[in-house]
């Protein structure tokens, strides 16, 4: 219990700004096998992100969400909402998986070698392909999540949630499939490379599955579900991609690879949430 505790908490140092106590982060300490284990908690940063995700947009309905507001622009609103929501898991993650995204993009987005791109992931400076790539994806993010609100704003908050959670579970999967690649001496990912164990991976999943608890809720359990379904569906598919693409390019997976996994697949579930939920209402 004790060892679990360290290494969710390490978790939580390394993949958001929450910072621990001094005492606290002395006694979680730091060696790579325990980070590699704190990979395992990365679906349990999801629901915290998830849920911060959830609050604010809901704290942005009920402080803006007047009659006026209402009457004039709910699409604003919602569009508002979207961008505050955004801007507090960027906030809160450091933008670390924005930034793997950006730095993927600029990489494989032309027809670089594969040094070469492991090169360009590593260079601080920012090309037009991790601009419009970042860009696009934010604006996209944004208004999937504006569409999904102004269609049934309680749909949204168990998306979010749901998105963020499987989001950061398929990424590991990678990790146990392909292998760290890294220029040497240019790592700072090599501490928390390796194959992640039966257990570790097994116990990621573990935190997915209380997604599954929304099928008991009191109204709506079955949409829901079909909902939290459709999008870990989705989101694994797309993760599949990615991790072929990554081997396809780079013969194996870098902590950037990861963070653009881990935002490609936030999208396909917005994506699938929408078009689920298009569909049930047509009907």
């Known amino acids: 219990m004790q060892h679990s505790l360290r290494s969710l908490l390490l978790a939580l140092q390394f993949f958001t700004r929450i910072p621990l106590p001094s005492p606290v982060e002395k006694w979680v300490g730091f060696a790579p096998e325990r980070m590699r284990e704190a990979m395992g908690y990365m679906p349990a940063i999801g629901w915290l992100v998830g849920m911060v995700a959830s609050l604010v947009y809901a704290g942005v309905l009920e402080l803006w969400g007047t009659p006026l507001m209402l009457r004039a622009s709910p699409t604003l609103l919602a569009l508002l909402a979207a961008l505050l929501s955004t801007a507090a898991t960027i906030w809160l993650t450091g933008g670390m998986h924005e930034d793997g995204l950006a730095d993927v993009a600029d ?12 090169q360009i992931m590593k260079d601080s400076r920012v090309g037009n392909y991790a601009v419009l790539t970042l860009g696009m994806a934010l604006v996209l993010k944004m208004g999937l999540l504006a569409a999904l609100a102004l269609l049934q704003t309680r749909t949204l908050f168990c998306v979010l949630v749901t998105a963020h959670v499987v989001s950061r579970f398929f990424p590991l999967l990678l990790v146990n499939w392909l292998p760290h690649v890294a220029l040497e001496g ?21 935190w997915c599955l209380p997604l599954a608890a929304v099928y008991w809720l009191p109204r709506g359990g079955a949409l829901l579900l079909l909902l939290v379904g459709s999008c870990t569906v989705i989101a694994g598919l797309v993760a599949m991609l990615m991790g072929w693409w990554f081997h396809r390019r780079l013969k194996g997976f870098t902590g950037d690879c990861l963070g653009a996994t881990q935002q490609a697949c936030e999208l396909a579930c ?12 047509a009907v």
Do not use: D, P
């Open 107 to 118: 990489a494989l987005g032309g027809y670089a070698s594969s040094e070469r791109a492991l």
């Open 186 to 206: 240019q790592s700072k990912t090599r501490q928390v490379a390796g194959v992640i164990g039966g257990i570790r991976l097994w116990s990621a999943a573990l």
């Open 270 to 281: 917005y994506a699938t949430a929408l078009t689920v939920m298009l569909q049930v209402i």
